[in-house]
């Protein structure tokens, strides 16, 4: 029977109006017949519902926008059909004006992608890494003493929680005080910190340097381990700096006034050409391109938290259950979904 990754699915709806019913569009419910249904089948179900769910949430987000935009095709309506206006925009004009806003969209949206790839690559960079952490501590131990599992899993641990700081980090959120239900003491003083999660590293690296003090693991593992917790330095660094240079706003700016431009002359043009009819195709052509200028908005921030962003908590999720097991409940992870989903 195939289920769905819900962390996966969970992250794709926008991290503030996430809620109960919108998590339930992702997962289809569970029917007897469930284990005849062809695969095949059950994936296009999950699909579609998933499809449903990201075209509902856009239409959500842009619930201002698409209202002010039927309002003003409304208006333009009656204005024209009751002989109040009548303007007549030239048909090339608008023409070129359409041109020239899909390329300056075009252009934008890639070089937002490029930034949204950047940033997933990253991650996926961290999910390799935070894979090895278990490896070295089970195949290179010293012959002589044996790692307590109480041992392995304070180093898995804090790697998970250092984790979940990134992404608070990256999101600027403030770490709920439940955190100290899955943080140590001395570790919980690290909140008042400019940067917690470098900090929570370099207790990591000090837990390292005394196993291999007290024997417990070799000269090879520790220097794996350290550099391990160097690259992950590199990796936040790196995020870090797409996260503190933001698209340049003047692009976005001008986009946002062609495309106002071209959305308040679009309804004369279509109503004249094709009358009631170029109503709706008035409100789907803006709609589309309302959607793509949130599209690349979202992607060229891709740690805000947004529908679009990259989907770390969902990464945070399979980092947790790959090194922790996939049947430990989140809650009993010693850093929960409680301090780490909103």
């Given at each position: 029977m195939y289920a769905p990754p819900a962390a996966h699915c969970r992250d794709v709806m926008p991290v503030r109006s996430r809620d109960r019913f919108q998590r339930s569009l992702f997962l289809p419910p569970l029917s007897p017949l469930s284990p005849v249904i062809p695969l095949v089948h059950s994936r296009h179900a999950t699909l579609a519902r998933i499809h449903a769910a990201v075209f509902m949430s856009t239409i959500y987000n842009l619930r201002f926008e698409l209202l002010t935009?039927?309002?003003?095709?409304?208006?333009?309506?009656?204005?024209?059909?009751?002989?109040?206006?009548?303007?007549?925009?030239?048909?090339?004009?608008?023409?070129?004006?359409?041109?020239?806003?899909?390329?300056?969209?075009?252009?934008?949206?890639?070089?937002?992608?490029?930034?949204?790839?950047?940033?997933?690559?990253?991650?996926?960079?961290?999910?390799?890494?935070?894979?090895?952490?278990?490896?070295?501590?089970?195949?290179?131990?010293?012959?002589?003493?044996?790692?307590?599992?109480?041992?392995?899993?304070?180093?898995?641990?804090?790697?998970?929680?250092?984790?979940?700081?990134?992404v608070h980090q990256l999101r600027r959120e403030q770490v709920p005080g439940t955190a100290g239900r899955y943080l140590q003491?001395?570790?919980?003083?690290?909140?008042?910190?400019?940067?917690?999660?470098?900090?929570?590293?370099?207790?990591?690296?000090?837990?390292?340097?005394?196993?291999?003090?007290?024997?417990?693991?070799?000269?090879?593992?520790?220097?794996?381990?350290?550099?391990?917790?160097?690259?992950?330095?590199d990796l936040q660094g790196a995020c870090e700096r797409i996260k503190t240079t933001p698209f340049p706003p003047t692009y976005f700016l001008f986009l946002r006034f062609v495309l106002a431009c071209f959305l308040l002359i679009l309804p004369f043009q279509m109503f004249n050409s094709y009358g009631y009819p170029g109503a709706v195709a008035s409100i789907l052509i803006g709609t589309a391109y309302l959607a793509m200028e949130r599209f690349g908005s979202d992607l060229a921030d891709p740690f805000e938290g947004r529908q679009n962003d990259c989907a770390m908590l969902a990464i945070c999720d399979t980092i947790q259950k790959d090194l922790l097991g996939p049947d430990i409940p989140l809650e009993k992870h010693r850093l929960s979904s409680a301090i780490c989903i909103m």
């Open positions: 935009l039927i309002l003003y095709n409304i208006l333009v309506y009656f204005l024209l059909k009751y002989d109040i206006i009548s303007t007549k925009p030239e048909g090339d004009f608008l023409s070129m004006l359409g041109v020239s806003l899909t390329f300056f969209q075009t252009f934008g949206n890639n070089q937002a992608y490029s930034r949204w790839w950047e940033a997933r690559m990253l991650w996926g960079g961290i999910v390799n890494l935070s894979r090895t952490v278990p490896t070295y501590l089970e195949g290179v131990e010293d012959p002589g003493k044996k790692l307590t599992r109480e041992q392995k899993l304070d180093i898995v641990q804090r790697h998970i929680a250092y984790i979940r700081l990134v003491n001395d570790e919980m003083q690290l909140m008042h910190l400019p940067n917690p999660a470098v900090g929570l590293l370099s207790v990591q690296s000090r837990a390292i340097n005394k196993l291999y003090r007290d024997g417990l693991i070799d000269s090879y593992a520790r220097i794996h381990l350290l550099r391990l917790t160097g690259t992950c330095l």
